[in-house]
Antibody, heavy 112, light 107 residues
Framework: QVQLQESGPGLVKPSETLSLTCTVSGGSINNYYWSWVRQPPGKGLEWIGY???????DYNPSLKSRVTISVDTSKNQFSLRLTSVTAADTAVYYC??????WGQGTLVTVSS | DIQMTQSPSSLSAFVGDRVTITCRAS??????LNWYQQKSGRAPKLLIN???NLRSGVPSRFSGSGSGTDFTLTISSLQPDDFATYYC?????????FGQGTKLEIK
């Protein structure tokens, strides 16, 4: 059974960079796509992007200029970086193996 | 982007009721449609993929149908554990997009 766990700071200052890591256990990161989804408090779900284990990526155009997803197969991890954050980026961030295995989510608040 | 529109946005029903939630795509997505259940403070749980394929472990009272642009999620007999928010999502093309959600509440 694949399990995913997000980690990273829960508080980020405006204009700074949000960085999260997802650790995959119970299976290899190889040969699969991996994704990030976010959910602002009380709102709906937004797909951020995905990465294939080879490093191929695809991003939501609404975030493309600010987002980078990377993978480290040696650590069975993939990561999210979102630059120049504002309060609108405050959300629960989920990592997932599309679309049946999700992490528990981590709340990231953007505030000074 | 493909827009996904769910209706209703909220719904009150009794235990034992039959409930249907609809989802409409702004363009043909064939059957690339997923349904999720989300409970407060939890990650979404995939119930159905490819419009009608019930995922392992999901009770048979859940069913999905549709193709093209119009889809439905049906719960044949509501149970107390089913009160949650439900989302549809298209996986036909990126950016993958979700419906706005349907909050199912106890009447």
């Amino acid at each position: 059974q694949v399990q995913l766990q997000e980690s990273g700071p829960g508080l980020v200052k405006p204009s700074e960079t949000l960085s999260l890591t997802c650790t995959v256990s119970g299976g290899s990161i190889n040969n699969y796509y991996w994704s990030w989804v976010r959910q602002p408090p009380g709102k709906g779900l937004e797909w951020i992007g995905y990465i294939y284990y080879t490093g191929t990526t695809d991003y939501n155009p609404s975030l493309k200029s600010r987002v980078t997803i990377s993978v480290d197969t040696s650590k069975n991890q993939f990561s999210l970086r979102l630059t120049s954050v504002t309060a609108a980026d405050t959300a629960v961030y989920y990592c997932l193996k599309p679309f049946d295995y999700w992490g528990q989510g981590t709340l990231v608040t953007v505030s000074s | 982007d493909i827009q996904m529109t769910q209706s209703p946005s909220s719904l009150s029903a009794f235990v034992g009721d039959r409930v249907t939630i609809t989802c409409r795509a702004s363009q043909n997505i064939n059957n690339y449609l997923n349904w999720y259940q989300q409970k407060s403070g939890r990650a979404p749980k995939l119930l159905i993929n490819l419009a009608s394929n019930l995922r392992s472990g999901v009770p048979s009272r859940f069913s999905g149908s549709g193709s093209g642009t119009d889809f439905t999620l049906t719960i044949s007999s509501l149970q107390p554990d089913d009160f949650a928010t439900y989302y549809c999502q298209q996986s036909y093309g990126t950016p993958y997009t979700f419906g706005q959600g349907t909050k199912l509440e106890i009447k």
